[in-house]
């Protein structure tokens, strides 16, 4: 049975979606007016799903059992989109919009500084050059109540910049933009290892698409699988 909230204490999981749902967990947990969080356990009490939802956008790892009460659950959900394994997106059929490579590194990372302090709003018209933000004020506004619940960081430099979302344990990548006149310049490795550095003691994650697989491994990554992200069920 799928319940709400999530236990106190949670084994890290390396799958993106887990990492993504433990972030948001970390901000919102005390706002269930803003953001909502749902998990299932088998017969035994191992975790078995867990799923986040905000502003109608979910994410869910899961171990594809019981697939029938999970397809059930989304449907009267009904979120706009959801982030998911790949071979979760498949089994439970979600209509899958766009398939990425997902990575991983581990600590420690080399310290670096970065003197910009740029705002949200100047984060978002920045990461605009390469990323597709549509809700440009609900990203302003996550990204303040992160950063205020010390869940997020961000680096800007020389017109390009790099968003990491974070719990206790892990991080996730949130995107990274340059300006197009200083593409393949090595900015998005800078902004990188200035990010990393945010980083601290945790594993950090990351998901792209093809043909940007090559920026993460020459940057020590290693691919551990592929995610989805899906549109509406």
Same mark, same amino acid.
């Given at each position: ?30 706002y ?16 078995t ?6 502003? +109608? ?5 899961? *171990?594809? =059992?019981?697939? #029938?009460? &999970?397809?059930?659950f989304? @449907?009267?959900? +009904? ?5 998911? *394994?790949? =071979?979760?997106? #498949?089994? &439970?059929?979600?209509?899958? @919009? ?6 991983v590194?581990?600590?420690?990372f ?44 961000y ?25 197009k006149?200083t593409?393949?310049?090595g900015l ?32 020590g ?13």
């Open positions: 049975m799928i319940v709400s909230g999530l236990p106190s204490a949670l084994t890290p999981i390396s799958d993106p979606a887990f990492v993504k749902t433990m972030c948001a967990y970390s901000a919102y947990k005390d269930p007016n803003i953001a909502q969080f749902w998990h299932r356990t088998d017969s035994l009490g191992n975790i799903a867990i799923i986040s939802c905000i502003n +109608s956008y979910a994410n869910l790892w899961c *171990n594809n =059992e019981d697939k #029938q009460e &999970l397809v059930s989304f @449907n009267f959900l +009904s979120p706009t989109g959801i982030f998911t *394994n790949l =071979e979760t997106a #498949q089994t &439970l059929k979600f209509k899958i @919009n766009e398939e990425c490579l997902t990575f590194k581990h600590p420690p080399q310290k670096a500084e970065n003197c910009e302090n740029k705002t949200p709003r100047q984060l978002l018209s920045i990461l605009r050059q390469g990323l597709q933000i549509p809700d440009g004020d609900g990203f302003v506004a996550d990204v303040t109540f992160r950063k205020y619940h010390s869940c997020a960081e680096v800007t430099q020389d017109s390009g910049g790099a968003l990491l979302f974070m719990n206790d344990d892990t991080a996730i990548i949130n995107g990274i933009a340059v300006n006149n593409q393949r310049k998005g490795s800078q902004l990188l290892k200035l990010l990393l550095s945010k980083a601290e003691n945790r594993s950090v994650y990351a998901c792209c698409i093809e043909k940007n697989k090559e920026f993460y491994i020459k940057n990554f290693s691919y551990i699988g592929k995610a989805a992200y899906c549109e509406e069920i």
